[in-house]
């Protein structure tokens, strides 16, 4: 052996200090030793440098080796020091060894100090090794209970089926201190739903089952509250004894965030499936269909099957040039699309117009494109019905303005066919004078079509004679139709009558006549026929709404280009047609069907594609023909007694005719051009004035004003008012001023003379 030892002596004897390193080197220890022999130069020593051992003497000249000693353990604390004397009773050596010293060795035994020496520092060795090993276990339980204490996972030590344990993570999660957890069953904390669960994984970890479980539970914290947790337990020992040691996760923010997904999710997709908005999710790459909404199947017309997995391309659905394209640019730049109009062809080929927006998005880890489309079919549709129907009211402001001018215009010419029949001779002026007067009353009737169509006027209701009607415009459409087109009439005798406006009718007729030369571009047959139907027809099997008893039944059948089922199921639809734009409304069956339905009558329709159309108008029947009207006598016109009549119109024409034939027949006359002369007439001529008659459409005073200014003058005044506006009955409000009568222009000499006469005379 051929150690290095550093050692301190404490020896104020020179040769004894050599004597002892002697002794070292003997042992086989290569000393570094320093010699010190005062307490100042031990103390020095000391602060300088570590020593392996320190070996002192115990009689020192005023300082002796206890005290040495002393200095020693203050300051290199554990350094072996071994004392050396020459004599020494055993009671100094026992105190010596309390004060720390290793061993005593006496000089004239200096054979000791090596096995003494290597003693000490094996046990100096063995007393680091401890120390080493004791601080290192403290350092490790420090920084154990340092994680436990800062977990932020609670930890707990369950023994006898109570917390024995709780770090302040635990705590805080269930909300109890230390004093209120400790020594409390475990199983007191959790739900009662979830006690057999725990109770059975508590049992199997103290049962020895030593894996490491996981499992969740529900735990009730101080405030009443639940917690959501995930539970981690195995087994050990806790002071000798057996327990579980384990781990608490508090999950509940985790579980409300998984539900509030969850929930979310569910609520997602909830709106995509019923949605009224048409909603596809697609791969971007391709653009094929991963998820579609009912609304869009409804909105294209496809089922499920027939488009997941396939593109809108492949389906055909998206049809314009401009809108799709955009779409796409749009995400491309920006990866979102917003209110792009685009047109789509549903499976039936018909076209609609939606309004799409579009989104990049990521689906299980895939870059999609959700899609909304808006279907602006029904609202364009209906915005072009509003606009129609705009148009419709327009023309009937404008139609109610052209109908008083032109009655302005054809009431001087029937009034002037009774001044001139006494004036021709020759029966072929008779004739001319009746077909003028003809004109003129098919002019009126004409006028009041037009008005019933435009105001939507319900019209009189008669009894008439249908076959009449059909007779009648079966005549107008032969001479109004291509020669292409032929049109056969059958009237069965003995039809019943009906309660109706003939108008009307004649329009219902019309209408169909129309489509049917219209599905007839190169000519065909249109057969309008009009028969019975008895009161025991099944009709309720053909409509619904069909009344019981007697119908009469006018069809109209054409060879025509016929119909396919889509078509026929939506032809009474308003504003609906499958002509060109500019050739078609829509309004004609829709009108001829509301005039029906207001008439308590139904229409049915037959047609395929190539083998023509037949429309059937089934109408209610009173079960008795309307007889012919006889021959009646031509009235004797009634002649004036001279009474004084104001007539106010400011169409010069008719005051003129008017003035004329009031003369002829008896009667004294004065005129005005307007209400405000109507006024200053009125004044002059008061004392003799009969009659009043005054139009009630005039520039400067109208009729209702000018009747108003002559009640505040002569409330006894006679008076009939006239317009040209299309009205049939006294307008509301005339009756309240005293008018006594009203009439419609344009009007006979007959109709004019027999009001006055009923006004001047009453029965």
């Known amino acids: 052996m051929n150690a290095t030892l550093q050692v301190l002596l404490i020896e104020d004897n020179p040769d004894d200090a050599l004597l002892l390193l002697d002794e070292l080197r003997r042992g086989g220890y290569q000393a570094i030793s320093e010699r010190v022999w005062t307490a100042p130069q031990l103390e020095e020593a000391l602060a300088r440098r570590p020593w392996n051992i320190i070996i002192c003497d115990y009689a020192l000249p005023g300082f002796n080796g206890l005290a040495a000693l002393a200095l020693v353990r203050r300051q290199a604390v554990d ?74 996972v609670g930890i707990y030590v369950i023994q006898n089926r109570r917390f024995a344990y709780a770090n302040p993570k635990m705590l805080e999660i269930l909300g109890y201190s230390a004093t209120e957890l400790i020594a409390r069953p475990m199983l007191e904390f959790v739900v009662e739903a979830d006690r057999a669960a725990a109770e059975a994984n508590l049992r199997r970890r103290l049962g020895g089952c030593s894996d490491t479980l996981e499992y969740g539970l529900r735990m009730r914290r101080k405030d009443g509250t639940i917690a959501e947790v995930e539970v981690h337990g195995t087994r050990t020992q806790f002071n000798g004894q057996p327990a579980v040691l384990g781990t608490l996760l508090d999950v509940t923010q985790r579980k409300q965030a998984e539900e509030a997904l969850r929930q979310s999710e569910e609520r997602f997709s909830k709106a995509f499936r019923s949605s009224p908005v048409a909603i596809t999710l697609a791969t971007l790459s391709e653009g094929r269909l991963i998820e579609v909404n009912e609304a869009f199947l409804a909105m294209v017309g496809y089922s499920r099957e027939e488009v997941i997995g396939r593109t809108c391309s492949e389906l055909g659905v998206w049809t314009d040039a401009e809108g799709q394209p955009r779409m796409a640019e749009e995400l491309a730049k920006h990866n979102h699309a917003r209110n792009i109009e685009t047109s789509f062809r549903r499976r039936t080929e018909e076209e609609g117009i939606a309004l799409g927006s579009a989104e990049v998005v990521e689906v299980s880890g895939q870059r999609c494109v959700l899609a909304s ?79 019933t169509f435009a105001r939507g006027a319900e019209g009189k209701r008669l009894p008439m004679r249908v076959g009449d009607v059909v007779l009648e415009t079966g005549s107008l459409l032969k001479r109004t139709f291509s020669k292409t087109i032929d049109v056969n009439i059958q009237v069965q005798p003995g039809l019943w009558s009906v309660l109706g406006d003939a108008t009307q009718i004649q329009q219902v007729i019309m209408n169909l006549a129309v489509n049917a030369r219209d599905a007839m571009p190169t000519g065909g047959t249109l057969v309008l026929s009009v028969h019975n139907v008895p009161p025991d027809a099944s009709l309720g099997d053909l409509d619904p709404t069909a009344r019981s008893g007697p119908h009469i039944v006018i069809t109209a059948s054409d060879t025509g280009t016929g119909m396919p089922a889509q078509v026929r199921d939506r032809i009474f639809e308003p504003f609906f047609t499958t002509k060109p734009t500019g050739q078609g409304t829509g309004l004609g069956l829709s009108t001829a069907r509301g005039l029906v339905k207001s008439h308590g009558g139904f229409i049915t329709v037959q047609s395929q594609p190539g083998r023509g159309s037949v429309f059937r108008v089934y109408l209610p029947a009173l079960a008795d023909p309307v007889a012919e009207p006889p021959a009646a006598a031509r009235p004797r016109l009634p002649r004036g007694q001279g009474e004084l009549i104001l007539f106010v119109d400011d169409e010069p024409g008719l005051l003129n005719l008017a003035r004329q034939t009031l003369r002829v027949f008896g009667y004294e006359v004065v005129t005005a051009v307007n209400g405000a002369e109507a006024v200053d007439a009125f004044s002059r001529h008061r004392d003799r004035l009969a009659l009043m008659v005054t139009d009630m459409m005039m520039p400067v005073l109208d009729g209702p004003g000018t009747i108003k200014a002559i009640r505040q003058m002569d409330s006894q005044l006679k008076i009939i008012a006239v317009s040209g506006g299309g009205a049939e009955e006294m307008p509301a409000g005339l009756e309240a001023l005293g008018v006594s009568a009203f009439l419609a222009k344009p009007f006979t000499a007959e109709d004019f003379l027999g009001t006055v006469n009923r006004v001047l005379h009453p029965s």
Request: charged share 25%; aromatic share 2%; hydrophobic share 45%.
């Open 79 to 152: 350094t072996p020091v071994i004392l050396v004397s020459g004599v020494v009773g055993e009671e100094v050596a026992v105190e010596a060894m309390k004060a720390g010293a290793g061993d005593y060795v006496l000089k004239d035994s200096l054979v000791r100090l090596v096995p003494a020496v290597e003693r000490e520092l094996r046990e100096f060795a063995d007393r680091q090794r401890r120390q080493r090993a004791e601080q290192a276990l403290v350092a490790a339980e420090a920084n154990f209970r340092a994680l436990v204490e800062n977990s932020v």
């Open 373 to 451: 489309f808006h279907d602006l079919t029904d609202k364009r549709r209906m915005e072009a019905q509003l606009l129609r129907n705009q148009r419709l009211e327009s023309v009937g402001t404008l139609a109610g303005g052209i109908a008083h001018d032109l009655n302005n215009v054809l009431a001087p010419i029937l009034l002037s066919t009774k001044l001139l029949a006494p004036k021709i001779g020759d029966a072929e002026g008779q004739s001319l004078l009746a077909s003028i007067k003809t004109s003129a009353e098919r002019g009126s009737t004409l006028i009041k079509q037009v008005l």
